[in-house]
């Protein structure tokens, strides 16, 4: 997994150097549908293929804590599909493919979501909306869109600050820095 812009220096390219829009574009490489991008360093002569960062972490809430201490959580937005976790029907290699790769995708999230990030988590619903439906009507975006808005309400309606901090900064959280994604 890259963090960028700091891990494109494992490529011979300085952080500063990397524009927003190449990242972007990295980072949207999803497998099959954008093609992924070729990075080769220059000095050594080792190249990777660069695909969109959900392949390995859909939700990396975790890279956001550091050693250094500050008095508030990360707060993390992630979209949950109805049927994540469940079975998934096989029918034939399509939907073999299909499941193998969405077990791939959740696999590493739910062994790395573990109590402290879970609380601190909004889950948004997806309505059956997947990543790549990219012409989905209007009306379906827009219920999209009134779904995170009703689970942050939820959400902060029912968050207490005070027992977070008592259950979790006392932990080994205690000791990281945390904002708001």
């Given amino acids: 997994m890259l963090l960028l812009p700091r891990d494109i220096a494992y490529y ?10 190449r990242a972007v574009r990295m980072s949207m490489s999803i497998p099959f549908f954008f093609e992924p991008v070729l990075l080769q360093d220059a000095s ?4 990777s293929y660069i695909v969109d960062g959900g392949v390995l972490s859909n939700y ?24 994540e976790g469940k079975p998934k029907k096989i029918t034939g290699p399509i939907s ?3 499941a193998l790769f969405t077990t791939m995708m959740e696999a590493h999230d739910t062994r790395y979501i573990n109590d402290h990030n879970f609380a601190r988590t909004i889950p948004i619903p997806t ?3 997947q ?17 995170g808005r009703e689970a942050a309400k939820d959400f902060f309606q029912r968050w207490d600050f005070e027992k977070w901090k008592e259950k ?3 932990s080994d959280l205690g000791s990281r820095r945390n904002r708001v994604l």
């Fill in 127 to 129: 309505k059956g909306i």
């Fill in 168 to 170: 979790y900064q006392k």
């Fill in 44 to 47: 050594t002569g080792f190249s």
């Fill in 96 to 98: 073999l493919f299909a």
């Fill in 12 to 21: 011979g390219i300085q952080p500063e150097k990397l524009g927003v829009a």
């Fill in 131 to 147: 990543t790549a439906d990219f012409d989905i009507t209007r009306e379906r975006s827009e219920e999209l869109y009134h779904s």
């Fill in 60 to 83: 990396p809430v975790g890279i956001f804590d550091d050693n250094e201490s500050t008095p508030w959580p990360t707060i993390g937005y992630k979209l949950v599909e109805p049927d």
